[in-house]
């Protein structure tokens, strides 16, 4: 199975500051990767698809890139409320099934 | 506006079986896979499985054997159950929708319910 590492663990940062997390996949998986935002005692949301597909209503400092194994999602300017976990995400297909990176900590 | 609700106990005992539903509103269940999704406390997300609307299923191999989620079309619900629970299965439960990309055949999960604590405890 597909198996997905996100670096850093954990990342500290600053309001105004350009941030960037890693994904990467233990094989090719062109680009079928999301990233989902998880904010303490909520469901995640779903940020990028397709790698790097913004979805309707999120805003434009977000940014996904990547493809095959290697995988980044960038956050250009951060705001207060973008300290949360975030997480990455690839589907299967053979077998069918959803994976999702160990996620990484984005704290001030 | 699609929206997903879990509901079922908050309390399992252990060696019980574990079951919820959720129920999607502002939109049909039809034509999509819905999955179930955990989270144990301070830990990451695991995929448990998901049905489609034609009722076929597939489930996380680390789970398949206790493991069984079904469909309620008329009702726009779909259920989880999840049998011989231990401490280890602890954890808030989630719902979610699987979009299908026809474009580049890749899925997401596009939308969530808010989640269930789920403790299993004598």
């Known amino acids: 199975a597909i198996q997905l590492t996100q670096s850093p663990s954990s990342l500290s940062a600053s309001v105004g500051d350009r941030v960037t997390i890693t994904c990467r996949a233990s094989?090719?998986?062109?680009?079928?990767l999301a990233w989902y935002q998880q904010k303490p005692g909520k469901a995640p949301k779903l940020l990028i698809y397709?790698?790097?597909s913004l979805e309707s209503g999120i805003p434009s400092r977000f940014s996904g890139s990547g493809s095959g194994t290697d995988f980044t999602l960038t956050i250009s300017s951060l705001q207060p409320e973008d300290f949360a976990t975030y997480y990455c995400?690839?589907?299967?297909?053979?077998?069918?099934?959803?994976?999702f990176g160990q996620g990484t900590k984005l704290e001030i | 506006q699609v929206q997903l609700q879990e509901s079922g106990p908050g309390l399992v005992k252990p060696s019980e079986t574990l079951s919820l539903t959720c129920t999607v509103s502002?939109?049909?269940?039809?034509?999509?896979?819905w999955s179930w999704i955990r989270q144990p406390p301070g830990k990451g997300l695991e995929w448990i499985g998901y049905?489609?609307?034609?009722?076929?299923?597939y489930y996380n191999p680390s789970l398949k054997s206790r493991v069984t989620i079904s469909i309620d079309t008329s009702k726009n619900q779909f259920s989880l159950k999840l049998s011989s629970v231990t401490a280890a299965d602890t954890a808030v439960y989630y719902c979610?929708?699987?979009?299908?990309?026809?474009?580049?055949?890749?899925?997401?999960?596009?939308?969530w319910g808010q989640g269930t604590l789920v403790t299993v405890s004598s």
């Open positions: 979610a929708r699987s979009y299908y990309d026809y474009v580049w055949g890749n899925y997401r999960l596009d939308y």
């Open positions: 502002g939109g049909s269940i039809s034509s999509y896979y």
């Open positions: 049905v489609y609307y034609n009722g076929n299923t």
């Open positions: 094989q090719g998986i062109n680009n079928a």
């Open positions: 397709d790698a790097s």
């Open positions: 995400q690839h589907f299967n297909h053979f077998p069918p099934g959803y994976t």
